[in-house]
């Protein structure tokens, strides 16, 4: 910024006129400074409520065609002057790595059981920043319309990664399908079955409704996301674990950053927004079976450490 010129230094005496003059121009000089500097400055959460200036996160999900984003990205430009762009993933190997590389912001796909593991496992540290809800893991058959209607060594196809299979194997030993080594834990394996009704197939979590509508396996269990994006019926759930109960805590499906972003205030602010209820509505009527919760982002990184620890004690 350049100073405007003062005036000519006057001969002889000078006039009170001219001082009081020289002094507006540098008063004025010293605001436009100051206001200068303060336009200029950051306030580490830019695209918070009450934030002028425009900004974009781009947030990585596994389900960007579903209705209730639409409804979110809406509210993110009115309420918080964000645009949010929405990167899909297919594979849940790659929305954590995605993160990690900035590739994307934010990620909402996992619960906190899938990112301790992730965490453990590849020495990283993303943390939740909010809560979104607790998914049923369900149990689909188009042609049995229970569990115990399965003949013996139907196939029953699983999810292949770690935190998933280990669910649903628990799931299948609720319907009486099999049993696992000590009762099972949430790093169940294969493995561990002793005794089995089924024969138990492991897939890519994003296959096994393929698997299930293509006949080649006589039920499935499928990821919420997954059972939607591929049209499958609720009629056709035969079980599923309880998302309401006490011992589903590590299933809270989370907004996700890197360590260092978990007190943006432009995430915090988009983390929250998925609890207006106008996206809870949209939410409800995308995923009619899910369990809302709205968890504080202290309390979602309380549970995160502790089940990080069993995971640690798991791997050993």
Known sequence: MSA??????????????????????VVAIVVAVIVGAVRS???????????????????????KALPYWKTYTKLAKDKLNV????????????????????????????HIQYLADYNVTSKDDIQ????????????YATKYDSASALPANAKVAIPNDAINQARALLVLQDAKLLTLKDGGTAFSTTADIETHKVD??????????????????????????????AGLPVKHVISKDDPSSASAAPYVNVFAV???????????????????????QAFKEDYPQAVARNVSAADLQSELATVEQDAKAAKQ
Do not use: C, E, H
């Open 41 to 63: 400055g950051g306030d580490g959460g830019a695209g918070a409520a009450g934030d002028s200036a425009a900004k974009t996160v781009k947030i990585g999900v596994a389900d």
């Open 258 to 280: 890197r360590d260092a972003d978990k007190d943006n205030s432009t995430y915090l602010a988009l983390a929250k927004l998925f609890q207006d209820s106008s996206v809870q």
């Open 83 to 110: 645009t949010v762009q929405l990167v899909n993933f297919s594979d849940y190997s790659l929305p954590n790595p995605a993160l990690k590389d900035q590739q994307v912001d934010i990620n909402q796909f996992q």
């Open 200 to 229: 138990v197939q492991t897939l890519d979590a994003s296959q096994t409704a393929n698997a299930l509508q293509q006949g080649s396996v006589a039920a499935a269990v499928v990821n919420n996301n997954f059972a939607t994006a």
């Open 4 to 25: 405007p010129a003062l005036p000519q230094k006057p001969k002889g005496k000078r006039p009170i006129g001219w001082i009081v003059a020289a002094a507006v121009v």
């Open 128 to 139: 939740p920043i909010g809560s979104t809800a607790v998914y049923p893991l369900p149990l």
